[in-house]
C-alpha cells in the first residue's frame, strides 16, 4: 500500500517540476521575442487541428441533435430514415470525406 502511495507522490511530484520547467523555459522565450520558428509552427498546427476537432464535434453534435429531435432540421440538414437510424446505431463512427 505505501509503496502505491510512494509511487503517486513521486509522479505528482515529476509532474510537478516538469510544469515549473515547461513555465520557465516558455517564460524565458517570451522575453527573447517568442518561440523558435519550428516550435512556433508546431504551437500553430496544435491550435488549428484542436479547432478542426471542435468544427466537427459541433457540426456531429447539430446532427446527433436533429436525428434525435431535439431541435427542428433547418432546410438542407434533414436526414432521411436510413440516416437517422445509421446515426442513431453509432453515433460516434468515422467518416471519410468523399469526394
Do not use: C, I, N
Not at 502511495?5 to 511530484?13: C, I, K, L, M, W
Not at 524565458?28 to 487541428?49: C, I, K, M, N
Not at 446532427?63 to 446505431?89: M, W
Amino acid at each position: 500500500m505505501w509503496a502505491k502511495a510512494v509511487a503517486f507522490a513521486a509522479g505528482a511530484a515529476v509532474g510537478f517540476g516538469a510544469v515549473l520547467v515547461g513555465r520557465a523555459v516558455l517564460a524565458r522565450y517570451e522575453q527573447e521575442g517568442g518561440l523558435p520558428t519550428p516550435f512556433e509552427a508546431a504551437r500553430a498546427d496544435v491550435r488549428e487541428f484542436a479547432h478542426d476537432v471542435a468544427d466537427g464535434m459541433a457540426e456531429r453534435e447539430a446532427q446527433l441533435r436533429v436525428a434525435l429531435g431535439l431541435d427542428d432540421a433547418s432546410d438542407g440538414q434533414r436526414l432521411d430514415p436510413e440516416a437517422t437510424r445509421a446515426l442513431l446505431d453509432d453515433p460516434a463512427r468515422w467518416r471519410a470525406p468523399k469526394g
